[in-house]
């Protein structure tokens, strides 16, 4: 998360700061309610959340206080931890400190705006000159909320679309991200396109599927979550996504099952690619992309209660997905077709 507090009445002996904090988990809503934020372009900005990042804007030292506040009661609550190595103090303005060092000018200026004294020692480690008016992580930030103005995505009329935001920023974005670069292989671009597609929360969680970051007990006990990695299920390795959705032995009788599937309907890609959704381009696309959406939602969600799934839950699912796909919502209506 990132908090810019930009002083309202800049003095010659005064500076404007910022402070970047990155909880683990954002909460931009209660965060835009308790600051003022700052106005741009003739629109009211207090918070900007990008997928597991935060924007926070400050027009004061109180803003930056309640801010600290409702930080720390997020993280006591949700046991979220802010990332330490993402924490920053952004520096704008002419600072009387430029010959202090940047820990003592980190730590002045958030003692200054009231942040709390647990709160001090992640907020000294500065990564930049302070000194240094226009650096890129303002000047970018800034950049960024004006081009989005530009796009017509913030108004001054209507709330801000997360979603808008999140399309606009990496629609131009030309290099591959981590989950591509580690399995390279795959027809990313179609897999996209196919999880776009998804509605709801469906969409969210084969997004997590595919990016790893489903919370796995493997994936919990990386994050010090959990002190046990182990499949709740099997008790016979460590529960990554792969373990959950291919390997587990409580499930062989569905993975099976899955990949007789996948081959009646002409799908000859890996099984372990095609649960990603790189199932090829032939006449049954669409129905093996409706069977791979109803695979990972059933397991998880078995899972989710510490249970097998079966395979005729995986089947209703899919019945349903493909009824919803072929039918108008007049028909789904209908008796004739709720049966």
């Given at each position: 998360?990132?908090?810019?507090l930009?002083k309202?009445?800049?003095?010659p002996s005064?500076?404007?700061a910022a402070i970047?904090?990155?909880?683990?988990i954002?909460?931009p809503?209660?965060l835009s309610r308790?600051?003022?934020?700052?106005?741009?372009?003739g629109?009211?900005?207090?918070?900007?959340?990008?997928?597991?990042?935060l924007v926070?804007?400050a027009?004061s030292?109180?803003d930056?206080?309640r801010?600290?506040e409702?930080i720390?009661?997020f993280c006591?609550?949700?046991?979220?931890?802010?990332n330490?190595?993402?924490?920053k103090?952004?520096?704008l303005?002419?600072?009387?400190?430029?010959k202090?060092t940047?820990?003592?000018?980190?730590?002045?200026?958030?003692?200054s705006?009231?942040?709390?004294?647990?709160?001090?020692?992640?907020?000294?480690?500065?990564?930049?000159?302070?000194t240094?008016?226009?650096?890129?992580y303002f000047?970018t930030?800034?950049s960024?909320?004006?081009?989005l103005l530009?796009?017509g995505?913030f108004?001054?009329?209507?709330?801000?679309n997360?979603?808008?935001?999140?399309?606009?920023?990496i629609a131009?974005?030309?290099?591959?991200?981590?989950t591509?670069?580690?399995?390279?292989?795959l027809?990313?671009?179609?897999?996209?396109?196919?999880?776009a597609?998804?509605?709801?929360k469906n969409?969210?969680?084969?997004?997590d599927f595919?990016?790893?970051?489903?919370?796995?007990?493997m994936?919990?006990t990386s994050?010090?979550?959990?002190?046990d990695?182990?499949?709740?299920l099997?008790?016979?390795?460590?529960?990554?996504?792969d373990h959950l959705?291919?390997?587990?032995?409580?499930?062989?009788?569905?993975?099976?099952?899955?990949?007789?599937?996948?081959?009646?309907?002409?799908?000859?890609k890996?099984?372990?690619?095609a649960?990603n959704g790189?199932?090829?381009?032939g006449p049954n696309?669409?129905?093996?992309?409706?069977?791979?959406?109803?695979?990972i939602?059933?397991?998880?969600?078995?899972r989710?209660?510490?249970?097998?799934?079966?395979?005729?839950e995986i089947?209703?699912?899919w019945?349903?997905l493909?009824l919803?796909?072929t039918?108008?919502?007049?028909?789904l209506?209908n008796?004739k077709?709720?049966?």
């Open positions: 998360m990132t908090c810019v930009e309202r009445k800049l003095q005064q500076g404007r970047r904090l990155v909880p683990k954002p909460e809503i209660c308790g600051v003022d934020g700052i106005e741009h372009y629109k009211r900005i207090q918070v900007r959340a990008y997928v597991d990042d926070v804007f027009s030292r109180e930056v206080r801010a600290c409702i720390l009661e006591t609550w949700t046991n979220a931890r802010i330490k190595g993402k924490t103090l952004l520096g303005g002419i600072w009387t400190l430029h202090t940047r820990t003592v000018v980190t730590q002045r200026a958030a003692g705006a009231g942040v709390p004294e647990k709160l001090l020692p992640q907020i000294t480690q500065p990564r930049f000159n302070t240094h008016s226009s650096h890129p000047t930030s800034l960024t909320i004006t081009n530009k796009a995505i108004t001054s009329s209507t709330v801000s997360h979603r808008a935001t999140y399309n606009h920023l131009n974005i030309g290099q591959p991200g981590r591509e670069i580690a399995k390279p292989d027809d990313w671009a179609s897999i996209w396109r196919w999880v597609k998804i509605k709801g969409a969210e969680l084969v997004w595919n990016h790893n970051q489903l919370p796995t007990k994936r919990l994050l010090n979550l959990s002190n990695d182990q499949c709740p099997c008790n016979d390795g460590q529960e990554t996504d959705m291919l390997l587990c032995i409580e499930k062989m009788d569905i993975s099976l099952w899955l990949r007789i599937q996948l081959t009646k309907l002409g799908c000859l890996p099984l372990k690619s649960i790189d199932v090829g381009n696309k669409r129905k093996i992309l409706a069977l791979i959406q109803s695979y939602i059933t397991v998880w969600t078995s989710s209660h510490n249970l097998t799934p079966a395979i005729n089947q209703s699912l019945s349903s493909l919803s796909k039918l108008s919502r007049r028909q209506l008796p077709y709720s049966s």
